[in-house]
């Protein structure tokens, strides 16, 4: 009889692999919507809907459930990342969450070495401070910025009059100039990317921006290159099991697991 044991594409759980998946159900710092705290659960159940391939070299961890304190996430995201590193994982693909999750993921991992970083996103999130936190959401990637040298921005079409120094800081491709020669040779040389859905022009998002957002197919293209971190943020499930947004991160946690286990560049 077929069953679903509920990890991220019937991987096994907490063994010894080169990737280590985990996610990070966090939204209590987000301003608008709720919800993104579900998006690890439907991600992983809108995998049994998609077609794999079974020999994805990884285990899945499950998720880490911080308190509402950002602070106490981030410390919790690195507690959680240091074991895994003690444990020999090199290799992580994360499911937020949030975007805040991915200040702790690179932070941590910029001291192992993560060089070249990859923003996909809407909006710019490059405010020093939002809602008396510079762990906010909002803040990604002034932060990521500070760890890492070498940052872009892919897919941006919102930018506040306070972070629009973000234009001199950071390599950036609009949404409404996207292609997929140019991304791609970005994304190729990255270390560690990050995906907020909300680049795509979807309702199920915590933050939507419909004008130019990217195409899908377009954006799986642009998807190459070994990496050393993967994350996924900002989806809001409508419901569990074959949710839209949980199949669009399914599909590229698939691609993803690809590129951090070797098995496709």
């Not at 907020?196 to 199920?204: A, E, K, N, R, Y």
Request: charged share 30%; net charge negative.
């Amino acid at each position: 009889m077929d069953k679903i044991n509920y990890s991220l594409f019937g991987m096994p759980w907490k063994t010894k692999a080169k990737v280590a998946v985990f996610g990070v159900a966090y939204d209590a710092n987000s301003e608008l919507a709720k919800g993104s705290l579900a998006f690890p659960a439907a991600i992983r159940l809108s995998s049994y809907g998609v077609e794999w391939d079974q020999s994805f070299d990884a285990s899945d961890f499950g998720d880490i459930l911080p308190p509402h304190e950002v602070d106490k996430m981030h410390e919790g995201v690195k507690e959680f990342l240091d074991d895994l590193w003690g444990d020999g994982f090199r290799k992580f693909f994360v499911m937020g969450g949030n975007h805040s999750v991915t200040i702790p993921i690179v932070e941590f991992l910029a001291e192992k070495g993560l060089k070249k970083y990859v923003h996909f996103d809407a909006h710019a999130d490059f405010r020093d401070e939002f809602l008396e936190t510079k762990k906010s959401f909002a803040c990604v990637l002034k932060r990521v910025s500070e760890v890492v040298s070498d940052v872009s921005l892919i897919g941006v079409r919102s930018v506040a009059d306070e972070e629009k120094d973000v234009y001199d800081k950071v390599e950036i491709i609009k949404g409404e100039n996207f292609e997929v020669n140019n991304a791609k040779k970005l994304v190729e040389k990255a270390d560690y990317v990050s995906v907020d859905m909300d680049v795509f022009p979807i309702s199920q998002v915590t933050n939507p921006e419909p004008a130019h957002g990217l195409e899908f197919g377009k954006f799986l293209e642009t998807l190459h290159g070994k990496k050393m971190g993967f994350d996924v943020v900002e989806g809001v499930p409508e419901k569990l099991y074959g949710d839209f947004v949980g199949t669009q991160g399914a599909l590229i946690a698939r691609r993803a697991l690809t590129l951090l286990d070797g098995s496709v560049v």
